[in-house]
Structure formats: C-alpha cells, structure tokens
C-alpha cells in the first residue's frame, strides 16, 4: 500500500483518523514524501495519495518533501495541484524543476513549529550542506516529532552513516518510540551508534516487495535485532498506524483488514477430520 509513498501526521480531537502517525490533538494535517513518479502519465501522488486525502476529508497544511530522489518527490506536482494550499518544505536544488511549479522553502536544522503541543523539530541539514552542494541523500530533511503526551518519532528519510555520525555529533535530542528505518534498510545507514542514540521501541520500513536494491539488507536487520528494537516492514504490513499516545504499538492493516478470502471460519463450525460422513 505504501510501498515507497508518504507517511501521514494528522492531529484531530475530534476524531480518529487512520494515518500512519496519530497525534491527538487539534485538527493539522502534515505529509512526508509524495511517493516515486511510475511514468511520465501517473505517479503515487496521483494513484496512492490523492485518492487517500479525498478517502479521509483530509487537507493538508504541510508538505515536506525529503530530498530529490524520484521516490520521494515523484507525486510531489499531483498532490500541490489536489493541496494548493499547504506549504512546501524541502531540501530540493533551487534550480530543480519541482521548484518552478509551486513555492519551496528550504529545511534547515533549527527550525521548529508547534501545533497544539506537538512539537515539530527539523534536525538536518544545516545550511553550510547546502553550500557543499552534497548528494540528494546527504541532504534529506530530519524530522524529529514529539507530542503533548511525549510519544514521540523520528523520521530521517535517506540519510547514510555520515548523517548519522553528523547528527550524534551535533548534541541534539534523538530519542524517539518510533524510528523510519534510515535509506530502506540499505547497508549504507543505521550504524549502532545511530540506533543506540535514538534507541526507538519500534522502526517501520518502506521498502518494495523484493526490490532491486534488495531493501532492507539482512545485516542491517540483524543490527536492529542485536539492539532489542521491533520492526515492521511495508511488504508484510501495508499501511501502519501508530499513535503517540500508544508509543509501544503498531497495527498493520493487512492483519487488521484482511481480504475476504483470507478469513478462516470459527474453530467449532470446522468438521472433525475424523467425523465419518453419514449416508
């Protein structure tokens, strides 16, 4: 369901929303990535997002788009022409084409937005990155996420051991409930002293069913083991919700709503293997 698409912080008291983040609060909408462009006809923002948003009523007041890489900024036009309204942060070139169609402005370690007790913290990059004119990776948008009742998530999109060293190093808060898996899972990210400083309960990977880069990578799977952290992956999961309010669940919605086929009948309806059948 999401592949490779977005992750969701809606914050409403006045309902429920099925997201992939929760925060109980007032009524704020926020979208991470924009999913990979499919062709030059359709997109994830056309096919994944748009329909979801109009599913769920919902409209957004920010879009963050992570960094370039086509799958995370490739629906990026089909959600601005649905969500007009919402503002654009991110850490695309300036003379990058998104640039052109809709108005941008940069993330930057440092900045932070409140919205009704949840707080909102921009952890990388800093803006001397910018000039070193550093890969697209190098310079994904770090989020870290931290609600009134203090569940709190960490989302850092492609970032590789470099960042993760940068970001140690920095001094800044990385604890988290809730880690996004570094780059999918790739061998190029989640160091141990990176999982070690954020020391989440639970990490989620977005992650295509046997992809080419063949995410997540077993070694680092095996990292996340050695440190006691849950994960849960898109290919077995689909979409996930998690609340901040319940920082020590996830529930996957392939469990939760199962394809009709997929149900068994009670136990006590199933005949005995050994009932004879009677003439």
């Known amino acids: 369901y999401f592949r490779k698409a977005s992750l969701f912080f809606f914050s409403?008291?006045?309902r429920h929303t099925r997201s992939l983040?929760?925060?109980s609060s007032d009524v704020c909408s926020s979208d991470l990535d924009t999913?990979?462009?499919y062709s030059p006809e359709t997109d994830a923002g056309q096919r994944v997002l748009v329909p979801l948003l109009m599913a769920l009523g919902e409209r957004l007041n920010r879009v963050i788009i992570s960094h370039q890489d086509?799958?995370?900024?490739?629906?990026?036009l089909s959600v601005h022409k649905m969500q007009p309204q919402a503002d654009v942060w991110t850490s695309i070139p300036?003379?990058?084409l998104l640039r052109f169609q809709h108005p941008m402005r940069d993330c930057l370690a440092g900045q932070q937005w409140e919205w009704d007790g949840?707080?909102?913290l921009v952890l990388h990059p800093p803006p001397e990155d910018y000039a070193k004119k550093r890969k697209p990776n190098a310079l994904s948008c770090v989020l870290r996420i931290e609600s009134a009742s203090g569940g709190s998530a960490l989302l850092v999109a492609d970032i590789e051991a470099a960042q993760e060293k940068q970001l140690i190093d920095s001094g800044v808060?990385?604890?988290a409930d809730w880690l996004l898996v570094p780059h999918h899972g790739s061998a190029t990210s989640s160091t141990t002293g990176f999982l070690k400083a954020v020391s989440p309960s639970l990490a989620w990977v977005q992650a295509g069913y046997r992809n080419r880069f063949g995410h997540p990578r077993a070694e680092v799977m095996q990292r996340y083991a050695s440190e006691g952290i849950q994960v849960y992956q898109s290919v077995w999961c689909g979409a996930a919700i998690w609340r901040s309010d319940q920082p020590l669940q996830m529930r996957c919605t392939r469990e939760q709503q199962k394809h009709y086929w997929?149900?068994?009948?009670?136990?006590?309806?199933?005949?005995s293997p050994n009932t004879q059948r009677q003439n």
Not at 70 to 76: I, V
Not at 262 to 271: D, K, T
């Open 35 to 37: 999913g990979p462009r």
């Open 94 to 96: 300036s003379d990058h």
């Open 12 to 14: 409403s008291r006045r």
């Open 262 to 271: 997929y149900h068994a009948p009670p136990q006590e309806v199933l005949p």
């Open 118 to 120: 949840v707080q909102f």
């Open 70 to 76: 086509s799958d995370h900024s490739g629906g990026a």
């Open 173 to 175: 808060n990385l604890k």
């Open 21 to 23: 983040c929760d925060w």
